[in-house]
Nanobody
Framework: QVQLVESGGGLVQAGGSLKLSCTAS?????MNWYRQTPGNERDFVAG???????NYADSVKRRFTISRDDATNTVYLQMDSLKPEDPATYYC?????????????WGQGTHVTVST
């Protein structure tokens, strides 16, 4: 079992920045951020595998940056140039590989609000 604790959400003006953090209780092969708005599915935002292989949803490329600190099992999401379409509940996701099986774990979510 991997437990995830997220922080860093809040209210920011359009064009501003926020940095989300997610600390895992154990090591994960991959760590991702997803986001969800009411009535919609949870969408992938960004992911990092190992220490440096990253990928992003097209909607956040060149605005968001994912990184991780393996010493503390923490993944970050630096969000710059926030837009009115970015508000959502952001969820941290950790993927582990155990005995040939992938396991997914989720954080409790942190809210991001963008004012215009």
């Amino acid at each position: 079992q991997v437990q995830l604790v997220e922080s860093g959400g809040g209210l920011v003006q359009a064009g501003g920045s926020l940095k989300l953090s997610c600390t895992a209780s154990g090591r994960a092969s991959a760590m991702n951020w997803y986001r969800q708005t009411p009535g919609n599915e949870r969408d992938f935002v960004a992911g990092i595998i190992g220490g440096s292989s990253t990928n992003y949803a097209d909607s956040v490329k060149r605005r968001f940056t994912i990184s991780r600190d393996d010493a503390t099992n923490t993944v970050y999401l630096q969000m710059d140039s926030l837009k009115p379409e970015d508000p959502a509940t952001y969820y941290c996701n950790a993927v582990t590989l155990t005995d040939g099986h992938y396991q997914h774990y989720w954080g409790q979510g942190t809210h991001v609000t963008v004012s215009t």
